[in-house]
């Protein structure tokens, strides 16, 4: 009895200070997320996104760095659910792959094009920029020109960038910051990716 009393009055402080918290977030207005850190998750966590934007029967776009020589899940999934011209790959695979630091820059290039593209169209209301940072952190984008981009959005259009690193830049223009911390990979005990789960 006395646990479910103490209980309660943890709770009714909890209420109290979370009913505070929401009280004084009065600002309503888009924000930009950077997920980053080297843990598995940060895909997965815009895609989430995705999910709940397309419940509101939002329109989205997806922009995808790096990725696209392997057929993944969220691929799969954007070219049926989302019209055409919603999501774009690079196509290029990792880096480590092409070996080819210039014809990696023209596909980062070429790919920004779209990028910035659904940055300035109103028809957007969430755009994902997914594995951005390595994008910054090779030098193949000018950073000034993609925060400029992301900083002169639509007014009601959210961005979600993922990936590793990206700079202080990024960290300084995103309104939330997470990062999502390795503790342990079954990748790393010899158990291969899993289709469905890591791509």
């Known amino acids: 009895m006395r646990k479910d009393e103490k209980?309660?009055?943890?709770?009714?402080?909890?209420?109290?200070?979370?009913?505070?918290?929401?009280?004084?977030?009065?600002?309503?207005?888009?924000?930009?997320?950077?997920l980053t850190g080297n843990g598995k998750g940060k895909t997965s966590s815009a895609f989430g996104m995705v999910m709940r934007a397309m419940g509101y029967e939002q329109r989205v776009g997806i922009v995808q760095f790096i990725k696209g020589q392997q057929l993944s899940g969220e691929e799969l999934f954007c070219r049926s659910a989302l019209p055409q011209g919603d999501f774009y790959q690079m196509g290029t695979g990792f880096t480590w792959d092409t070996q080819d630091r210039q014809a990696d820059i023209k596909a980062a290039e070429?790919?920004?094009?779209?990028?910035?593209?659904?940055?300035?169209?109103?028809?957007?209301?969430?755009?994902?920029?997914?594995?951005?940072?390595?994008?910054?952190?090779?030098?193949?984008?000018?950073?000034?020109?993609?925060?400029?981009?992301?900083?002169?959005?639509?007014?009601?259009?959210?961005?979600?960038?993922?990936?590793?690193?990206?700079?202080?830049?990024?960290?300084?223009?995103?309104?939330?910051?997470?990062?999502?911390?390795?503790?342990?990979?079954?990748?790393?005990?010899?158990?291969?990716?899993?289709?469905?789960?890591?791509?």
Not at 18 to 27: F, L, N, P, Q
Not at 125 to 132: A, C, F, P, Q, W
Not at 146 to 169: F, N, W
């Open 110 to 199: 070429r790919t920004w094009h779209e990028a910035s593209r659904m940055l300035s169209d109103p028809i957007y209301e969430l755009v994902i920029l997914d594995e951005l940072t390595y994008m910054l952190s090779f030098g193949y984008l000018d950073e000034a020109a993609v925060l400029e981009a992301v900083k002169c959005r639509p007014d009601h259009q959210s961005v979600v960038i993922t990936g590793r690193g990206g700079g202080t830049g990024l960290q300084d223009l995103a309104d939330t910051v997470s990062e999502v911390k390795e503790i342990k990979h079954a990748f790393r005990a010899g158990v291969k990716a899993r289709r469905g789960v890591d791509y």
């Open 7 to 34: 209980h309660k009055t943890s709770m009714e402080k909890q209420k109290t200070s979370v009913d505070a918290s929401i009280a004084a977030a009065d600002t309503e207005k888009s924000v930009v997320l950077l």
